[in-house]
Nanobody, 118 residues
Framework: QGQLVESGGGLAQPGGSLRLSCRASGIPFSIYEMGWYRQTPGKQRESVAT???????MYADSVKGRFIITRDNAKNTVDLQMNNLKPEDTAVYYCYAEGTASHLPNYWGQGTQVTVSS
């Protein structure tokens, strides 16, 4: 059974930085597409950044140039470096593992709160 465990998050001032980390276990990490999503009350969960095992990366327009997703296939980790944070980045952030074949299940982390406020 796969599991994703997130760490990081917390409170930051506008213009500040935070780093989120996610460690996967129990899955063939290198063939999973990994990503970070976020959700605010009353809104749908939205994709923030994703990275395939081969290194292809996608970012939401709202975070391009500010957030960086990295992954380490040897350590089964995916990180999200968040720079120049804005109040609108406040949300619960979730790590996500998407299976790249029909027999591979998808997984979500438990979520970590990020609050950007002065």
């Amino acid at each position: 059974q796969g599991q994703l465990v997130e760490s990081g998050g917390g409170l930051a001032q506008p213009g500040g930085s935070l780093r989120l980390s996610c460690r996967a276990s129990g899955i063939p990490f290198s063939i999973y597409e990994m990503g970070w999503y976020r959700q605010t009350p009353g809104k749908q969960r939205e994709s923030v950044a994703t990275k395939t095992g081969g290194g292809m990366t996608m970012y939401a327009d709202s975070v391009k140039g500010r957030f960086i997703i990295t992954r380490d296939n040897a350590k089964n980790t995916v990180d999200l470096q968040m720079n120049n944070l804005k109040p609108e980045d406040t949300a619960v952030y979730y790590c996500y593992a998407e299976g790249t074949a029909s027999h591979l299940p998808n997984y979500w982390g438990q979520g970590t709160q990020v609050t950007v406020s002065s």
